[in-house]
């Protein structure tokens, strides 16, 4: 029984990989830890718009996955089976722990290149959202505060 824990423990380990992520990268979405913070705003007129991936980060997932496999792993056999056990599930972990990162994580962006009222250009990446869509010679206010820049209607 005590083996069973420690298998499905470690099973469950990288589900809670999903924890890690932020949760959107949108313009209309804050944490709580920006909350009442105060931003800077900008008026421009977006310029250009194009779709992007935004790619998960590497290695994390296949951290915790190999960990995970490698301890449910060594619950299998004994001796040496225990030791060749916890290396087999500790690369299946690895590449379980990738994949599920991946899945998880990546992201539809979009990049805006947008001419400030100042006749400052930049171009900004945020995560891609049907609530608010964004096309050239849309007016937009681009708000800078708290770590992050986002731009909104």
């Known amino acids: 029984m005590k083996s069973f824990i420690c298998i499905l423990s470690a099973a469950a380990l990288p589900l809670c990989l999903v924890s890690c992520f932020p949760k959107e990268l949108t313009g209309d979405t804050y944490s709580r830890n920006e ?61 379980a722990g990738g994949a599920i990162e991946q899945k998880i994580g990546n992201k539809q962006g979009i990049e805006m290149t947008i001419s400030l009222d100042d006749g400052e250009t930049i171009s900004i990446v945020q995560e891609h959202t049907e609530r608010e869509s964004f096309n050239p010679g849309d007016r937009v206010r681009v708000l800078y505060g708290s770590g992050r820049t986002r731009v909104a209607h």
Do not use: N, W, Y
């Open 35 to 95: 909350a009442g913070q105060v931003q800077t705003v900008r008026s421009g007129t977006v310029q250009s718009v194009r779709m992007v991936k935004l790619q998960a980060g590497q290695g994390a997932g296949s951290t915790i996955g190999a960990i995970a496999g490698g301890i449910a792993g060594s619950k299998v056999g004994g001796g040496s089976g225990q030791t060749l056990g916890a290396l087999g599930g500790a690369a299946a972990g690895a590449v």
